[in-house]
């Protein structure tokens, strides 16, 4: 198994000698699929920003996708994101732009030509049932349809990571099934590692998977 990132002794916070998160240690592999849990406030955002370099690390060791985050320069944490897809619980999806677009993003980022964004964001948008809707904007739509598309855009240029922070948060049902269902098979066919935020891990996901909690500031896998 293949580390894709590893923590050693990471500390994060937003002020001096106030870290949020103390000494976690972990490792994720290539293909893993892992919820990352804790109770409000307890600083799983903090740690889901730190992987794609969002947060200077207080103290401590932190590689993503063989990239030292702890001593990074600007155009490695650019690389890094381009192999990323970010999923957020307010979607961020640019408002002036259609979701076609939208979902065509990182791939044109990436270089794609444009044909093959076109096909592949109209292959993407039939996958989350909205093809229909390709040329509507993002506030013509459902906060759930908003997360669909969200999702399919951070799928889209086939990262190595996706990280969703809460992507299910206050969805329909619909909606968050779609969603999950879109993860698990990012996972399983295109291998990608994913990393998602939850306060609840849906049942019947029928896939293994493993779960980190934060407690006290403290990182701890538990089964
Ligand atoms: N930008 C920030 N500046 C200062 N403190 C922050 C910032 N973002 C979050 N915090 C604080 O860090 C702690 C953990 O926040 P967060 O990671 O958002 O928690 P969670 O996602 O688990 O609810 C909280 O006490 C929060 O108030
Ligand atoms: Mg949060």
Redesign the pocket.
């Known amino acids: 198994m293949t580390q894709i990132i590893k923590a050693s002794h990471l500390c994060l ?3 001096k000698n106030e870290d ?1 998160i103390r000494d976690a240690n972990f490792c994720i592999n290539k293909k893993d699929f892992v919820f990352i849990s ?12 730190s992987l794609y370099g969002d947060l200077k690390i207080s103290s401590g060791e932190l590689e993503v996708n063989h990239i030292p985050i702890h001593h990074a320069t600007k155009g490695q944490i650019a690389a890094l994101r381009r192999h990323t897809g970010i999923v957020f619980q307010d979607y961020k999806l640019i408002e002036e732009w259609d979701i076609e677009h939208n979902i065509m993003l990182p791939m044109l980022i990436n270089g794609y030509n444009k044909n093959l964004c076109k096909s592949q964001a109209k292959e993407l948008l039939s996958h989350i049932n909205l093809l229909h809707k390709n040329n509507k904007y993002p506030l013509e739509l459902s906060g759930g349809e908003q997360q669909r598309v969200a999702i399919a855009r951070a799928i889209s240029h086939k990262p190595d990571i996706i990280l969703a ?2 992507p299910t948060g206050n969805l329909d049902d619909y909606s968050s099934e779609l969603i999950w269902s879109l993860l698990k098979s990012a996972n399983k066919h295109l291998g990608i590692t994913i990393i998602v ?1 939850t306060h609840r891990i849906p049942e019947h996901l029928n896939i293994f998977y493993r779960k980190l909690n ?1 407690q006290e500031g403290e990182v701890y896998e538990f089964s």
């Open positions: 916070g937003y002020k949020i804790g109770a409000s406030g307890s600083g799983k955002s903090t740690l889901l920003r922070d809460e935020v934060i």
